[in-house]
Structure formats: structure tokens, C-alpha cells
């Protein structure tokens, strides 16, 4: 079975990515047609989360190169190729037209269609009821973590919640965002009770833990702290999950899916098409990659991506091991240093092919969140106890070596959780979506900027290069991408 269901994702993957709002042939097979049995909806399951791989694949350009956290390697020859898309979102310079945009719309999509395929269908079948739950809760997951993400970027999107049947259907006006997060709270709430723990569940796929840490994460993007400090002292107590005692070792091939995991994304290094490749996209371009990756290619193409900013560089405290564990060093023939991420450099065998994980979400990230929502709740003196001690275990402050934060003052403590989410979590795609949610946004991008235009070259310009003058002029219109020009041409009711 196990063979099986990763041959129908690689299979999936392989499918022509046309987007979800294309005109759909007239004779539309019902979901009936194809999911009958419990082996049928085992194998559409797993073909909702390959739907997460061309998500994750590019999740990086509009999650964190948009935010201070990281930059690109600028070439010139770059400027009118489609790389130039990938600079203007990380410039703010983005417009209807961008590709990466448009990519994880029609992504989105085409994996909701496959939860609402699932969804429609799973009732009427008899097998175990058990699985159906599983299957159910799972789908749900996914649904409401797809749309979570589409209004992070995007603001009011349509909402399918059915299968298209046909053009009468395919093309749906947008629904409030409001009216979204109601029905993404109802999916995860039932979700959060079909679904197994982590011990009971599948590695790798989605548990009851993790509809809550999603649940929570809403609940903190609406400010609403009572209830995500409800749902993430369940998670916690629950006891499903741990630091690990090394930051270094949460990224180790060894420790996928650990005890710190909560939800990652599955990759399998070979020729499945499963396989991650994020490292030789950020690192710098180079004519032979053996020197950092132990595996000769040219990545010149496409690396120089990601690249960590002097900004992050120097907010790291003096004394900190997650510095050393997440950023790497080369050194070019000129004698120029270029950091990179390092926590996604592990070995592989072949060139461009990885066999490392994206990490979504994280218990670390649970207890910042909490610590967060106590904070803005005026509970500072309980809020600190999450980061520097949760029940005698290995603290975040203490396995970075640093010593505990004693703050109690709101404010101060307010400052510190978003700079401790800043460096936990770096490169992990959780700066750009922060800062927004912080009201953060304008003010700390406009200032880093400002930093940028004033010093190309510490931002990787090279000497005579540096940003265009319309760039970073950020403010509230930039806190959502456009919805990109070829979704309105295919459905005018987003005008």
C-alpha cells in the first residue's frame, strides 16, 4: 500500500497543473465514479496533499524573501527574465501579472477541488469507519489550511465547498474574508475530533494536533487570545510533542517528522518526482555546487535565492547556536562571503534532488504563539514561562544557550516574542505573515527598505547595481498580493 500511495502522488504531480478556474470539460466524471472504496479514498487523500508540493515548492518567494529575513543574489541578467517576477514580490514591485502569484492561486485550487471531491463522496461508501473518520478529518485539514493561506495572501477569495460540476459552477463571485475564517474554524472544530493523535496517526500525515495549531494560528491572525490561548494549552498539555534538545538536529534527515513536528511537508529524495530541492535554489549560483553540497551541478540558473539579510544577520544575539545551525558561509574567487540557509544542506546523492522535509509548523512555534497570546492578554510573568521553561523540558531560550528573558513589562515582552519568533523560526516562512499580523508590516519593511537602498552591497547588488527606485515603497496596499490578471479573465466576478 505504501508503494502504491507514493506512486499515485508522483503520478499526480506529473499532471498538467492547468489552472482550477480553466473551462473544465463538459463531462464532468462524478467523484462517485472514482472513490468507492477505502483503498480508493486512501489513494485521494494522499492526492490532496501532493497538492501541497507545487505550493511548498515556491512557498519561500512570497513567505519569507518578502519580508527583512532574506534577500536575493541581484544579476543583472535577470532583469526582463522570470526571474525578475520573483525580485519585484521581494521588492514590492509585484503586480497582477506575476507568475508565482498566479501559481499558488491556481495550486490552492486544484487541492481544494480535491478535498471537496473527497468530502462529497465519503459518506455513502461502507468501509471501516475508523479510516472514514481519518480521511475525513484529514481532508478537512487541508481545506481549511489552503483557504487560510489564500486569504493570508489575497484577502476575499471564492469559496468552493462542492465539486464544479460544470461551467454553471466553476466560476463563483468572492466571498468575505470574514465569511471564510467561519467556515475554516468549522472544519478545523470537527476536524480537530476525527482525527488520531500523533502516536495513532500515520507519520506524516495530518493529526488532531495539528488542526488545533492551525486553529490557534487563526485564532491569533484575529486577535482573538482567549480562545487561542485555550486551544494551545490543549495542545500542549496533550504532551504529543517536545523540543528537541539541539536546534540543530530538529533538520536532520533522521528526525523527520520528531517529536517537535507538528506538520511538514513529505519529501522523498529519487525519481518519484516527490523529491525537494530547496538548498540548491538558496544557495549562491554556482558553475559547481560539489564544494557546498558534496554533489557536482550548476545551479547557476537558479541559486542566489533566500539569501539571509545583514539585518537578520545582526539581530542574532551574541552567543546564539541557532545562528550557526540555520546559516552557512561561501566565499567566492573574489573573496566575497555570501551566507546561506544551511539547516535544508543535508547529504543526497544526486544533483538538484533532496530528500529534506519544509517544516510548517513546529511545537517551538506553538509556544511563542502562546507566550504571545498570555502577553497581549496582560498575563506577561505566565507568558515568559513558555519560552524559558514548559514543565522542567528543554527551554527555546536555553537550547539556543542563552539566558532565560525576565521581562514582564508588556510592551518589552511584546518586542522579544516577535524577535524570538524571528530567529526560531527563520527561513521557515513565518516573517512576511507575522509582521502583517503585528500590524508590523509597513513600518518594519519601509525602514529595512531604507537600509537596503542605502547599502546595496551589503544587500548583494554588486558593485554599480542597486535597487530601483520604486522599490520598498510599501504601505497598507502591499499587506495583500493582487489577485493575478489571468484568474479575472478566467472569472470576471473578481473584478
Known sequence: MKTKIILFASLL????????LDIPPQNFLSSAAFYETEEDFEQAINGAYAGLYPIYN???????????????????????????QREQIA??????????TNNRWSNSYILIARTNQILSSIEKPVFSETVKKNIKGQALFLR??????????????PLHLVPSTGLHDVALPKTPINEIYKQIVADLNEATILLPTKKEQTKGRVT??????????????????????TVLKELILSQQYALLADYSSIFELSNKNSSESIFEIQYLQG???????????FIPGLLDTKELTGVYGNNQSFGGWNTPTDD???????????KEASIGYYVDEKGNSYPYVKKYLHSHLNFDNT??????????????????????????????????????????????????????DQHSLRELIIKERRIELAFENHRWLDLVRTGKAVEVLSAYGQKVKASPQKYYYPDGSSPLPQSYNVNENHLKFPIPDRQIVLNPLLK
Open 144 to 157: 481549511a489550511f489552503t483557504y487560510f493561506y489564500l486569504v493570508q495572501y489575497f484577502g476575499d477569495v
Open 355 to 408: 530528500d529534506d522535509n519544509w517544516p510548517v509548523y513546529r511545537y517551538a512555534n506553538a509556544l511563542l504563539l502562546l507566550a504571545e497570546a498570555l502577553n497581549e492578554q496582560g498575563k506577561s510573568a505566565e507568558a515568559i514561562t513558555y519560552i524559558n521553561n514548559v514543565f522542567g523540558e528543554t527551554s527555546i531560550r536555553a537550547r539556543a544557550g542563552l539566558n532565560a528573558i525576565t521581562t514582564s
Open 13 to 20: 504531480l506529473t499532471l498538467n497543473a492547468c489552472d482550477f
Open 58 to 84: 515556491e512557498d519561500y518567494i512570497m513567505g519569507e524573501i518578502r519580508s527583512d529575513n532574506t534577500h536575493y543574489i541581484f544579476k543583472s541578467g535577470d532583469r526582463g527574465g522570470q526571474n525578475v
Open 208 to 229: 488532531n494536533g495539528t488542526a488545533n495549531m492551525l486553529l490557534a494560528h487563526i485564532y491569533m491572525t484575529l486577535k482573538q487570545y482567549v480562545e487561542a490561548e
Open 312 to 322: 537578520l544577520l545582526q539581530s542574532y544575539e551574541l552567543g546564539d547556536k541557532r
Open 91 to 100: 521588492d514590492f514591485m509585484e503586480d497582477p501579472s506575476n507568475r508565482y
Open 271 to 281: 525519481t518519484m518526482g516527490i523529491q525537494s530541492n530547496f538548498i540548491y535554489k
